[in-house]
């Protein structure tokens, strides 16, 4: 069909942070861009209750990567930064790349000033067959689709 475009598969992604972040992932969520709404409530002349609201500050969501555990420290190391006081240092711009069939980046979200909130370990259990999973969940300043 002439025009037609398929949309991407969830699959296949790229994930950017600069060095502080190596690797593939499991899953990754893309934060969400929003106005925290300011609100105005009145009465009129006559008694009749009015509403209205206007943009207010941005709000950005956070970002979760996810991945099998492995001897790979970069997560843990870019989150100690942060706990050192060392924040100016940990902060860094990031991508997440959606790609085609072909591996193509067809669409690309960016995030500035990003730096890791929290990471978290495996829970082991010796009654499962899953992997050991671990995550870090990160903070940026703005995001945009740049593609």
């Not at 067809?106 to 990003?114: P, V």
Request: with cysteine.
């Amino acid at each position: 069909m002439p025009g037609r475009q398929d949309p991407l598969i969830a699959p296949r992604f790229i994930v950017k942070f600069g060095s502080k972040v190596a690797g593939s992932f499991r899953e990754a969520t893309v934060v969400s861009a929003e106005h925290e709404p300011a609100e105005y409530k009145f009465a009129d002349e006559k008694g009749n209750p009015g509403y209205y609201a206007v943009p207010g500050r941005m709000k950005f969501g956070r970002i979760t990567l996810k991945r099998g555990l492995t001897n790979d420290m970069s997560m843990w190391k870019w989150r100690k930064e942060v706990e050192d006081g060392n924040v100016k240092a940990a902060r860094t711009n990031g991508s997440i790349l959606m790609c085609d069939q072909d591996g193509t980046p067809i669409a690309e979200y960016n995030f500035e000033n990003a730096w890791p909130l929290k990471v978290s370990g495996p829970t082991p259990n010796a009654n499962s067959n899953e992997l050991a999973m671990e995550e870090v969940e990160i903070i940026c300043e703005r995001i945009w689709r740049a593609s």
